[in-house]
């Protein structure tokens, strides 16, 4: 199985591109689940702001994809497609994005759905930002503008390790990620803007810039 963590969809830039290129093939057939958003978006005329034709999410995702000759993008709704209908689209795609947003309302209407066990068995799957949290067993929010307070969040299962996303180095960020990992003793990638993960059977490969911490370290005070 192949999973790709960014911050961000511009995974067109060399950082990415020269690893992605391995597995983004031409011709293939991408399935957006787009259902991540955060509150302000609470029904198909608020969604197609964003997605529709002409929203900016459609274009940051799908310009990058055809950088890598894949045209065949299909966009997923809560508030317009039935479950069946998300159903089939994922199983026809072959690859699955999972975009940036809020992970905790990802989640929520992920379970609402039932399709834990219907993204879980996935070949390829792409997550962007909550995208990528929401693929761990066990992440936490580090406060923020969308976020007042620290929490843990249970996501899919489908990796054993924890993320800050949007990492700069900030005290800030390093405080949350050091709280984190001594109370769950989970490893950590922390991905700058420009860094990102490719996961192939288990073997990880780091793009562009990222830190790697672990939890025995942070005990140690390393």
Known sequence: MI????????????????????VLK????????????????????????DYGAGGIWKRAYEEPLRSFGIRDVTWISPYRESRDEIVKAIDEADLLILPGGAPDLFMKKI????????????????????GAMVQLGDYHITPDDDYDT??????????????????????????????AMAEKGLETWALYEEGGL????????????????????????V
């Open 3 to 22: 999973r790709i963590l960014t911050n961000t969809g511009e995974i067109a830039r060399p950082w990415a591109k020269k690893h992605l290129q391995k």
């Open 198 to 221: 490719l996961i192939r059977d288990g073997e990880i490969t780091v793009m562009g810039q990222v830190e790697h911490h672990k939890a025995a370290d942070v005990c140690a005070g």
């Open 111 to 130: 379970r609402r759905f039932g399709l834990k066990n219907v993204i879980r068995q996935k070949d390829l799957i792409w997550g962007i930002s909550a």
């Open 150 to 179: 620290f929490s843990w969040q249970t996501g899919l299962g489908i990796l054993d390790f924890d993320l800050e996303c949007h990492f700069t180095g900030s005290p800030h960020q390093r405080e949350y990620m050091s709280r």
């Open 26 to 49: 031409p011709g293939m057939k991408a399935c957006v689940l787009a259902m991540s958003d955060f509150a302000d978006v609470h029904d198909q005329k608020t969604w197609e702001r």
